[in-house]
Nanobody, 121 residues
């Protein structure tokens, strides 16, 4: 298990939904924010959404109104709720987490391992 745990990808039908999760594996951590990216086959990495601990969110035009970033501060976990999925949403989705470990007081910005999302009928 790496320092950032990412989960929730899979296969969805067009119009369907999936929820991704991302957070530090360390039990004693303080999550400041998470940015979500995706990279389709042969494509450049695209930043699509993000959230900070104070609840500020943003999303790219390509996903606006369909994807929503959220954060459970008690569990130090961020989520990306993806609705109305389209075949062009097919990609590897990666999170980039900004957090501090409370045992050593170091701050980290690290990538999750990525999770495949496939939208197909």
């Amino acid at each position: 298990q790496g320092p950032i745990v990412e989960s929730g990808g899979g296969l969805a039908q067009p119009g369907g939904s999936l929820t991704l999760s991302c957070g530090p594996s360390a039990s004693n951590a303080h999550l400041y924010g998470v940015d979500w990216y995706r990279q389709g086959h042969g494509d450049t990495r695209e930043k699509i959404a993000g959230i900070t601990r104070d609840g500020s969110t943003w999303s790219a035009d390509s996903v606006k109104g369909r994807f929503t970033a959220s954060m459970d501060t008690g569990r130090n976990t961020a989520h990306l709720q993806m609705n109305s999925l389209k075949p062009e949403d097919t990609a590897v989705y990666l999170c980039y987490a900004d957090y501090k470990r409370l045992d050593n007081n170091y701050r980290y910005q690290l990538w999750g391992q990525g999770t495949q999302v496939t939208v197909s009928s």
